[in-house]
């Protein structure tokens, strides 16, 4: 397998690094962070103006055709910046399940505007108990005619106040088996009977809501995938996204380690850099094996997942579970070797310490990941 870039890969990270530290600074971030909605318009327009929101779309709807490795390039380079925007929610858990499962007429309607700029969406999947898995989705899409009357309340709804459009996973029959009874809706966030609250949740950036559903009248024509098979659509949208988490993650923390030891060169004690500390340098030189050891494991999973490998799923637990766990000693490590000012609003460590946690527990923590890693390599035995 090939870790390196390619010219054009090469090329595409270093422009996101360029504009992202242009258009998307840190003064901006915590802008977003006080605003409401949580993104800016003009800098999404200016993304969707680079084709980054259909960057593996194909180009009858509008996008770049560029594969899932790309996508993750990029991915990496905005989890380094801490991008306040809705990329995550509209295109890995909106866009790549319509462009999967959806039908030919809801592409051609939605995948052209999301790259266009025109148009957010995101995943309203879990609820009350905030856990992934089928048992845990309990809203009802009851069928009147040729439309469903949708009900239930959806909880850590992703960037939901800017949404145009919600995927909302429902339950259409009842089915002793949980997992056989599940469908996803486009729901226009318009619509009568959807009511959007914020949650106060740890990552300021990344902003969570709650989302009501009340007898809310959804077509028929835009069920994505087929009718009551939608568990296995949210599995394939876990499976992705958490890839591209990883390199979010990855990025993540090569800010958190490049800003580390640039402070430890440049603050003194005692009439020396603390970076010349023989303590602070081993603390140091962990940080950077953590990551090397991270980032391949993170390339592996978003290569098995691009070529629809039969052993994606056990790569990307592997990748999920131990960069989630570098992200979190990384950014441990980046706040204490920072001191005091590392737990203060006014340094940005703190920003990356609370996203890392974020990460960690979307789509299931380090130890959901490990179960899952022992239960595949426990089938390859037998």
């Known amino acids: 397998m090939d870790f390196g870039l390619n010219e054009e890969q ?24 006080d605003d409401a909605v949580g993104y800016s318009p003009e800098l999404w327009k200016k993304m969707a103006e680079l084709g980054w929101q259909g960057l593996v779309f194909p180009e009858e709807y509008g996008g770049s055709a560029m594969n899932f490795r790309d996508l993750a390039i990029l991915s990496e380079e905005m989890g380094r910046a801490l991008v306040a925007a809705p990329f995550f929610s509209t295109v890995m858990l909106f866009g790549l399940p319509i462009l999967h499962y959806a039908s030919d007429a809801i592409k051609k309607e939605f995948l052209p505007k999301i790259a266009k700029g025109e148009m957010i969406g995101t995943l309203a999947l879990l609820e009350a108990d905030g856990d992934f898995w089928a048992e845990g989705v309990r809203a009802k899409a009851l069928k009147r005619g040729n439309s469903y009357l949708l009900s239930g309340t959806k909880m850590f709804v992703t960037d939901a106040k800017a949404a145009d459009y919600f995927l909302v996973a429902a339950r259409t029959r009842v089915s002793p088996n949980p997992e056989e009874n599940i469908t996803l809706f486009l729901v ?34 835009h069920i994505v995938g087929e009718l009551h098979g939608g568990w296995q659509i949210i599995q394939d949208i876990a499976l992705q996204a958490n890839a591209m988490l990883c390199a979010e993650m990855i990025g993540g923390c090569d800010w958190v380690l490049e800003t580390t030891v640039n402070y430890a060169k440049e603050r003194f004690a005692f009439g020396v850099p603390i970076g010349s500390f023989q303590g602070l340098k081993h603390r140091m030189a962990d940080m950077y094996m953590e990551l090397e050891h991270a980032r391949p494991l993170m390339i592996r999973a978003v290569e098995y997942v691009r070529e629809n490998r039969s052993d994606a799923e056990l790569a990307v637990s592997m990748a999920k579970a131990y960069c989630a766990d570098v992200y979190e000693s990384l950014t441990n490590n980046g706040v204490q070797l920072h001191g005091g000012i590392g737990f203060t609003w006014d340094h940005d ?24 890693v022992a239960q595949k390599l426990e089938q390859q035995l037998l």
């Not at 974020?358 to 899952?372: C, Q």
Request: glycine share 2%; with cysteine.
């Open 188 to 221: 226009n966030a318009k619509e009568w009977g959807v009511y959007v609250s914020s949650l106060k949740t740890m990552d300021m950036v990344r902003k969570q809501y709650e989302v009501q559903f009340s007898n809310v009248n959804v077509p028929a024509t």
């Open 10 to 33: 090469d090329m595409l990270k270093t422009m996101a690094r360029d504009f992202l530290a242009k258009e998307c600074p840190k003064a901006h971030v915590r802008k977003m962070m």
């Open 349 to 372: 460590m703190h920003l990356y310490f609370k996203r890392a946690r974020w990460s960690a527990n979307t789509f299931g923590n380090p130890v959901y990941h490990r179960d899952i």
